[in-house]
């Protein structure tokens, strides 16, 4: 069982960055697709951004032009810049579309 650990989450006044960053129990190369996700506060879990192992990338709308997916060969990151009010939920990522992470908790407030 592939396990995955979110890591980098934590309180951010509006306007700054966080950096994400995923790691698996094993190494990244084996895997096609990695995706981030969010939960916002009593919203469903939505889709963030993702990477193919071909570098296609593909983002949803509300982070475009903030947010960049990268990957080396250890983890998958998730640069977030410009954070408002709405980018504040849990963070998860996902391999494959199968494996998930426990999350890590973004909060953007002043």
């Known amino acids: 069982q592939v396990q995955l650990e979110e890591s980098g989450g934590g309180l951010v006044q509006p306007g700054g960055s966080l950096r994400l960053s995923c790691a698996a129990s094993?190494?990244?190369?084996?895997?096609?697709?990695v995706s981030w996700f969010r939960r916002p506060p009593g919203k469903e879990r939505e889709f963030v951004a993702r990477?193919?192992?071909?570098?296609t990338t593909t983002y949803a709308d509300s982070v475009k032009g903030r947010f960049t997916i990268s990957r080396d060969n250890a983890r998958v990151y998730l640069q977030m810049n410009s954070l408002n009010a709405e980018d504040t939920g849990v963070y998860y990522c996902?391999?494959?579309?199968?494996?998930w992470g426990k999350g890590t908790l973004v909060n953007v407030s002043s």
């Open positions: 996902n391999y494959d579309g199968i494996y």
């Open positions: 094993e190494r990244i190369f084996r895997f096609n697709l």
């Open positions: 990477q193919f192992s071909s570098g």
